[in-house]
């Protein structure tokens, strides 16, 4: 117990350190924000989906539920990388319908199944994009920098963990600690990232950012020992793939999908198929891969439900 304490609060303190020294670097665009049309694509699928909810009810179901059921909704959608560089200086919350990858194929669905939380009589972009924004972003809130966006799985466990979103289950599924593990891809591939290529005073305080999160005490349950925790896994637990190699922790994600057949399944953007698939089940896609070294597991948490003598009051 003193163990898991510990290693606990140490987490904790490394986050401090790293939302303190992220903090300055989000000034430069404070307070920008681009249009809707540049943020949002697909708003005829978006409202497919919304009338779908809404009238087979998915707000009764459990997040989790909630969340494959957006997930299932979007299967086919074309594999698409890269849909995050909108801009060449200004960040924002944003999401594309059209086409996306393992991280915005997650990260979309997580936040629809989190904005049906907010009961209303129907829902519009701006809601799912609050939701992402959310998630995304460090502490929730995107000032207007490309450095206020979590850019690895493994930081976007410990924020979003920290601020309720996420339960981190990694440990107690017998996870182990990865070993010297060094954060470098952002600023090894600045070429690929449209803000890093045109803003080149980005790269420097990226690096500290990555040095700081390669000191992180992550976990993984190695791809031997998946077969056997994968009946504990539920829907929507974000499945994140953990790498044997440098530049990162993971080097994919996915959500966790309970089939009919009682299997659970890696439902994800996968770059070989091209589109969102519900693909294999956990253990076997491990193997498919020698760079899999095994997985992370973070279940989602519901947002917590307005105060309603709290809202009463502010609205006088």
């Known amino acids: 117990m003193e ?3 510990c290693w606990a609060m140490l987490r904790i303190w490394l986050w401090s350190a790293l939302s303190l020294g992220a903090l300055t670097l989000g000034q430069a665009a404070a307070g920008q924000h681009l249009p ?11 409202e497919r989906m919304e009338e779908k909810a809404r009238s087979e009810r998915w707000d ?17 959608t074309p594999y698409k990388g890269f849909t995050l560089e909108i801009h060449d200086r200004i960040e924002s919350p944003s999401v594309n319908l059209e086409g996306m990858d393992c991280w915005t194929f997650f990260e979309t669905a997580l936040g629809f199944a989190r904005m049906l939380e907010h ?41 979003n963990e920290r601020r309720g979103n996420l339960k981190d289950l990694t440990h107690d599924l017998g996870g182990i600690r990865f070993v010297n593990r060094r954060c470098t891809e952002m600023t090894t591939l600045w070429r690929s990232y449209r ?10 305080p990226m690096a500290r950012l990555e040095a700081r999160i390669s000191k ?16 504990k896994l539920r829907n929507g637990d974000v499945i994140g793939i953990a790498s044997k190699y440098q530049g990162g922790f993971c080097s994919h994600v996915g959500l966790a999908y309970r089939a009919p057949d009682g299997t659970t399944r890696l ?10 698939i519900v693909d294999s ?28 003598a709290r809202t009463r009051a502010a609205r006088g």
């Open 3 to 5: 163990v898991r304490v």
């Open 195 to 204: 803000y890093l290529r045109n803003n080149p005073s980005l790269r420097e």
């Open 119 to 159: 009961p209303r009589s129907d829902y519009g972009p701006e809601d799912l994009l609050r939701e992402v924004e959310q998630t995304r972003y460090r502490d929730g809130v995107c000032h207007g920098n490309y450095l206020d966006r979590i850019h690895y799985l493994a930081e976007w466990y410990v924020d």
């Open 36 to 46: 809707l049309e540049t943020t949002f694509r697909g708003r005829a699928k978006f």
């Open 281 to 308: 089940p956990v253990h076997i896609y491990l193997k498919r891969y020698d760079k899999h070294a095994g997985i992370l597991v973070g279940r989602p948490l519901p947002p917590p439900k307005p105060n309603a």
């Open 216 to 231: 992180l005490p992550m976990e993984y349950v190695p791809t031997s020992q998946v077969k056997g925790i994968e009946g």
């Open 267 to 276: 439902m994800h953007a996968s770059s070989d198929a091209k589109r969102v």
């Open 60 to 76: 009764r179901l459990a997040l989790g539920d909630r969340v494959v059921r957006a997930g299932r909704e979007l299967e086919g």
